[in-house]
C-alpha cells in the first residue's frame, strides 16, 4: 500500500501557477511546493496552492520560507536542507519510463462540481465505425486509455477533445490514432494521438485502489448512449467484487454504452478506475477496472504492444525458431 505521506517529487513533473503572497515549503529530495499557507498545525501545513489545497506533513518539510523571507529557520527535527537548488514547484510525480503522474501528496476533497471544470479536458469520446465509447488522457504527449472492447476489431479510431479555450469549450476531432498495446483479458487499450497539430493534452492523475474504502464517494465523466461530457455521481459499494475470476470496484454512479473506458474519479480528482460495464437487469450497478490494475498494464506495456502486422491478435510474438539445418526434409518443409 503507497504510504500517505508527501512523496518524494521529480523535476519532470507541471509547474504550479504562480500565487501572489506565495509561500514556499522546502522538502526532502531537494523539492518544493509554493503556495499560500492557509494554517500550519503540529503534524502538518496546510498550503492553497492556487486550485486546490495540499497537507503536507511536517515530518516531509525541510523549512517554511514565509515571501521573501529565505532566512526562516527550518523546521525542528527537520534533516538539513539541500545545497543544490530547489527545482520548479510541482503538483505530481512521475515515475521513471512511466506513461503516467499520480498526485504528489493527498489532495484536498472537492465538490463534484468544481472537479468537472477541472478535469474535463482530460475526458475524449473515442469513436470508430461501429460505435463509440470514452476514454481518458494520462499524459500531455496524447497517449490515452480506454476500453478494449471500445476498439475491439477496429484500426480506423478517431478521438473527440473540448479543449478549454477563454472560458469555452472548443470542440476538436483527431483522426490520426494509433492503437499502442491492448490486453483483451484485462479489457484495457492504451492509443497515442499522433496528429501534427495536436497540443499538449489535458492529462489525469492516478490515484491508489489501496486507499479506496467501501462508500466513498466517486463520479464518472463519459459519453453516455453518445451523451458527451455526461456527470454521474454515487459511491463506491465494493472494492473488491469478483466476476469472472477478476476484481471490479462496485459503484452506484450510473454506468451506461458509451461511459465504457471513462474515468471514474474520486472526490480528490483521481482517477481509481475505468468504467467498463453495467448489469442491464438493475440499475445502480455498474463496474469500473481498478486503477492497480491499469498502472500494472501501463508499466508491461511491451507485454501487450500491438502489432499492425496483424491487427486481429491482441498479442505480439517472436518469430519461430528457424528449422533449417541443412537437411532435405528441413528445407522442404520451410518452403512449405
Request: proline fraction near 6%; glycine fraction near 8%.
Amino acid at each position: 500500500m503507497r504510504s500517505l505521506l508527501f512523496p518524494a517529487l521529480l523535476a519532470a513533473s507541471v509547474a504550479l501557477p504562480a500565487i501572489a503572497a506565495t509561500d514556499t515549503l522546502q522538502l526532502k529530495d531537494k523539492a518544493s511546493v509554493s503556495g499560500k499557507i492557509l494554517t500550519e498545525k503540529k503534524d502538518m501545513v496546510v498550503l492553497d496552492v492556487g486550485y486546490t489545497v495540499l497537507s503536507v506533513p511536517r515530518n516531509q518539510i525541510v523549512k517554511v520560507v514565509r515571501g521573501d523571507d529565505e532566512s526562516a529557520a527550518p523546521v525542528k527535527g527537520a534533516p538539513k536542507p539541500a545545497t543544490a537548488p530547489v527545482p520548479a514547484p510541482v503538483l505530481a510525480q512521475e515515475a521513471a519510463g512511466s506513461l503516467f503522474s499520480v498526485a504528489a501528496g493527498t489532495l484536498a476533497e472537492r465538490p463534484v462540481k468544481d472537479w468537472v471544470d477541472l478535469l474535463g479536458e482530460g475526458v475524449v469520446q473515442v469513436r470508430t465505425p461501429s460505435g463509440l465509447g470514452s476514454g481518458f488522457f494520462i499524459n500531455e504527449d496524447g497517449h490515452l486509455i480506454t476500453n478494449f472492447h471500445v476498439i475491439e476489431g477496429e484500426t480506423k479510431l478517431s478521438i473527440e477533445v473540448y479543449h478549454l479555450k477563454a472560458g469555452q469549450l472548443d470542440r476538436k476531432s483527431y483522426k490520426d490514432v494509433r492503437i499502442v498495446a491492448m490486453n483483451k483479458f484485462a479489457d484495457l487499450t492504451l492509443l497515442k494521438v499522433d496528429d501534427k497539430d495536436a497540443p499538449k493534452f489535458k492529462r489525469l492523475l492516478l490515484g491508489d485502489t489501496d486507499l479506496l474504502s467501501q462508500g466513498d464517494r466517486v463520479f464518472a465523466i463519459g459519453s453516455p448512449l453518445g451523451l458527451e461530457r455526461t456527470v454521474t455521481e454515487g459511491i463506491l459499494s465494493t472494492t473488491s467484487r469478483q466476476m469472472q475470476g477478476d476484481l471490479f470496484l462496485q459503484t452506484t454512479a450510473q454506468i451506461n454504452p458509451g461511459n465504457s473506458g471513462g474515468p471514474l474519479f474520486n472526490l480528490r480528482g483521481e482517477v481509481v478506475g475505468v468504467t467498463n460495464m453495467k448489469l442491464t437487469f438493475g440499475e445502480g450497478l455498474g463496474f469500473a477496472i481498478p486503477v492497480d490494475q491499469v498502472k500494472h498494464f501501463l508499466k508491461h506495456r511491451d507485454a501487450y504492444a500491438y502489432d499492425n502486422d496483424n491487427p486481429s491478435n491482441a498479442f505480439r510474438y517472436l518469430e519461430p525458431p528457424s528449422r533449417l539445418r541443412g537437411g532435405p526434409k528441413d528445407a522442404a518443409a520451410l518452403a512449405r
